[in-house]
């Protein structure tokens, strides 16, 4: 079974440098050799919309931060029209696949912030006034990653042990998908970031969701 790192493809851990083509070819290869690994070793790598495809794991080292860039150019709609959010924007990916894999003891940062900034952190106490109100606890941004981690019509699909944080919206859909595990993963989203929900099961079977340690404002699971 391959395993290949993504700096191999010329990825670059620096927290400046979008790695999207470098992580997206390195899983292409692996999957064009018959699947296996493909790993996000210790570093910052800013990342865009990312597709994940049969017989591959994402496996993220536990010095690693996978995290989103922020700007919208860089999460195209992946094709998906969802019946609530609509056209359908994600970090990673998975359509009509099988056997794949997120793992590892690292960290994918959703980058809320990018979306929500200061909002997040004025929220008021109490009730709303002509002061305030532009900082309502439910402004929603239309220009957010919408279904930042989403698997539909996949199946035997793994999320394990990571960690993942500060998602401006559902933070890890399953739609339409079968024979799902989801282990020892944390999840930590803002209190003040609205549907930052942390795992959704939509029109799924055989799903296992355990040892996981959830922190959101809305829905856990």
Known sequence: EMMIDITEYG????GK???TKA???AIGACHRNGGGTVVVPTGVFLTGSIELVSNVTLYLDSGCTL???GKSD???????YHNEMHETTSVIWAQNQQNVSICG???IDLNADAYYGEDT??????????SNKQHFIFRKNEDRINQPLFFESCRNVKVENINIIHSPCWTVTFSRSSDIVVCGVTIRNSPHVPNDDGIHLSACRNALISNCNISC???CI
């Open 11 to 14: 990825a670059v851990g620096d």
């Open 23 to 25: 992580i997206s070819a």
């Open 121 to 130: 952190k004025k929220i008021y106490d109490g009730e709303p006034s002509e």
């Open 17 to 19: 440098t979008v790695n």
């Open 105 to 107: 003891n690292g960290t």
């Open 217 to 219: 404002l809305d829905d």
């Open 74 to 80: 860089d999460f195209p709609y992946i094709g998906f």
């Open 67 to 69: 995290r989103a860039t």
